[in-house]
């Protein structure tokens, strides 16, 4: 039994590491999830379901992508750890944060 | 976060999107609304529904120009597949206007994704307008690699800075704000510093009897921090506006007719001619409103404005593309 919930507990925490690609929606006008925790080597890709243009911009230019047209989308693999906050460069209210861990 | 700290802060009764208010200003849209200014007290006439004035001498006007916004040539979706047609519209209403405008305003948006394709079918389209069109860019305009490159090449000559500029016409100063640059996280739309330093000493020469039209893509007040909606320094412009008899601030980005009057000073923002956008803060987000085909022109619209010299007068019409 012990074992059993060990082993349970040790695939929870190499989730991270697993899923290696995580996508986040732009929907009406929201990132969504707007928080997300991700491993190191994580690839995230944001697809735009609005029918308006978004970007995805880093606050401190880390990555910034153009603009995304409808169904358009833009990757960025995390190779570092830290926090990254980001935002729409055309709609700054929208804003998100990714944090990558080892 | 900040925006909306900011928001609950607000305390300015007629722009709480509250329900009376937004019907009211529907209303007002709908019938279109005649502002006129007289020794620089503003004065509202409303139109009655086919579109006429109840006072002929608020029209007796000696001068007057057009406001077209919006056009978001390349957008193609739902809202309106072909806002190509309905710019094709608006142009034909300005043509068939009775006396030609003096001058046109494009108040921004001209294109939807700034492609080099979108641009060109834009000023082929407008082209056919009767008169000078005087451009401000808006955030639509500046998605192209150089983030506002193409747009600047093509209606920047003579401006400073990212497009800014002032110029005369029949006595009334004009000047071309540029708010779509530098967005930073969670905030509103700037000027920025070195756009006001120009503007305060752009007004140094311009005498307090001048009649002042300001057009500028976001309006410069905050209609809708949640939407972003607004300037955040744009109270440092219009502290700089409040001495003038007669200040008219025009405003294109959210597609639907708002204004506001405070002290000497009007603001107003028109209709598009793409595609409506609900009204603040009645529906999840600001995207492209889906109403039906045949009532799509209902929503999409241009402003005319009109000044008589003598009395001091400035008038705003609004009309749909119906």
């Not at chain 2, 529904?49 to 957008?75: C, M, R, W, Y």
């Not at chain 2, 506006?241 to 000497?264: A, D």
Request: aromatic share 8%; charged share 20%; glycine share 8%.
């Amino acid at each position: 039994m012990k074992t059993r919930l060990l082993a349970v507990v040790c695939l929870m925490l190499s989730m991270p590491v697993w899923a290696q690609e995580v996508k986040i929606d732009i929907k009406e006008f929201m990132f969504a999830p707007k928080d997300l925790n991700v491993a190191v080597g994580t690839k995230v890709t944001w697809v735009n379901d609005d029918q308006i243009p978004h970007t995805v911009a880093e606050t401190h230019k880390v990555f910034r992508s153009g603009a995304l047209d409808t169904n358009d989308s833009f990757s960025w693999v995390f190779n570092t750890p830290g926090e990254f906050e980001y935002f729409c460069a055309l709609h700054p209210q929208m804003i998100g944060k990714i944090v990558v861990s080892q | 976060m900040d925006i909306h700290r900011k928001h609950e802060r607000r305390t300015d009764g007629p722009l709480n999107p509250d329900r009376r208010t937004l019907l009211k200003c529907s209303a007002w849209a709908g019938a279109g609304v005649l502002w006129a200014l007289s020794g620089g007290i503003p004065r509202a006439f409303a139109l009655d529904d086919s579109g006429n004035v109840s006072d002929p001498k608020a029209l007796a006007s000696t001068f007057h120009f057009v406001q077209i916004s919006d056009s978001h040539i390349g957008f193609n979706k739902e809202a309106n597949p072909e806002p190509s047609k309905t710019l094709q519209v608006a142009i034909d209403k300005v043509i068939a206007l009775p006396k030609r405008p003096s001058l046109i305003l494009h108040t921004g948006d001209i294109t939807h994704l700034s492609k080099p394709e979108e641009f060109d079918t834009a000023a082929q389209l407008l082209k056919g307008l009767p008169s000078t069109v005087h451009y401000v860019p808006g955030e639509h305009d500046t998605l192209d690699e150089g983030g506002g490159k193409l747009y600047l090449e093509r209606y920047g000559k003579g401006t400073k800075g990212n497009g800014w500029y002032s110029f005369d016409d029949h006595g009334v100063h004009f000047i071309g704000l540029v708010n779509v640059f530098n967005f930073q996280a969670g905030h509103e739309a700037t000027l920025g510093a070195d756009q006001l330093a120009w503007l305060a000493d752009d007004l140094r020469a311009v005498t307090s009897s001048t009649p002042i039209v300001v057009f500028t893509h976001i309006p410069l007040w905050t209609i809708y921090q949640p939407w972003g909606w607004g300037t955040e320094d744009g109270d440092q412009a219009i502290a700089m506006l409040r001495k003038y008899g007669s200040v008219t601030v025009l405003n294109g980005h959210i597609h639907q007719v708002i204004q506001k009057v405070e002290g000497n000073i009007t603001f107003h923002t028109a209709r598009g001619t793409a595609y409506p956008q609900p009204a603040p803060g009645t529906a999840p987000a600001p995207g492209p409103m889906t109403v039906a085909a045949d009532q799509l022109r209902n929503y999409l619209g241009l402003t005319d404005v009109r000044a008589t010299q003598g009395e001091h007068p400035l008038a705003l019409i609004d009309s749909t593309l119906v």
